[in-house]
């Protein structure tokens, strides 16, 4: 089965600094992995996805995310975070049969000024 | 561009009573896929459908039903429902059955069960 750990619940960066949030996966072949964002009673919105064509991934709103196989990582990047990025952000991956998609428990950014 | 609508956005219902979520695919998407989110929680996977056949089935509970139709949209049926079920449904559609291809989600139905 495919899963994805997603290692802090919780990030609070400044304004203008760079943001991490950690997400391992777990999948017997190689996965596809997507980072969404979901702002406050807003619906689910994809930044990125890896699908195996490039391991650094350039997303929407200068996210990126490295897929790093002999680490079991896909960690979401930006270098000078914004208020706007503020918000809950979920890694997720496809399953293997009918690829509905597994997502981690979220990881809420909050951002100050 | 078109986006996934979901209808409707909001609803109430009392225990015990039936809920009828509708989903309408961006044009040309043959596949539906219905989530349910706790509140706090993260999205479940409960069931899909590809050409207007099951083709995949999460943690979807007996009394909730589901199909999609000729015009492809979807339509999730909630009976004996439960306090547990309040939640937001999203719906999400895509084109074709493949681990590569982006889901697209709706805005979500907010479902409170009192």
């Known amino acids: 089965a495919q899963s994805v750990t997603q290692l802090d619940s919780h990030v609070s960066v400044s304004e203008g600094t760079p943001v991490l949030l950690r997400c391992n996966y777990s999948?017997?072949?190689?996965?596809?992995l997507f980072w969404y964002v979901q702002h406050p009673n807003k619906g689910l919105q994809l930044l990125l996805k890896?699908?195996?064509?490039?391991?650094l991934v350039k997303g929407i709103n200068g996210f990126e995310a490295e897929f790093k196989k002999s680490e079991t990582s896909f960690h979401l990047t930006k270098p000078s975070a914004h208020m706007s990025d503020a918000a809950e952000y979920f890694c997720?991956?496809?399953?293997?049969?009918?690829?509905?998609?597994?997502f981690g428990k979220g990881t809420s950014l909050l951002v100050t000024p | 561009a078109a986006g996934v609508i979901q209808s409707p956005r909001h609803l109430i219902k009392e225990k015990r009573e039936t809920a009828t979520l509708k989903c309408y695919p961006i044009?040309?998407?043959?596949?539906v896929y219905w989530y349910q989110q706790g509140p706090g929680q993260d999205p479940q996977f409960l069931i899909s459908?590809?050409?207007?056949?099951?083709?995949d089935k999460g943690s979807i509970p007996d009394r909730f039903s589901a199909q999609q139709f000729s015009d492809y949209h979807s339509e999730l049926n909630m009976s004996s429902l439960e306090l547990g079920d309040s939640a937001l449904y999203f719906c999400?559609?895509?084109?074709?059955?493949?681990?590569?291809?982006?889901?697209?989600f709706g805005p979500g139905t907010r479902l409170t069960v009192l």
């Open positions: 999400a559609s895509s084109t074709g059955t493949s681990a590569y291809n982006e889901q697209f």
């Open positions: 999948s017997s072949y190689s996965p596809s």
């Open positions: 890896y699908t195996s064509a490039a391991t």
């Open positions: 997720v991956v496809s399953g293997h049969s009918g690829y509905a998609l597994n």
């Open positions: 044009p040309r998407h043959d596949t």
């Open positions: 459908f590809y050409e207007k056949m099951q083709s």
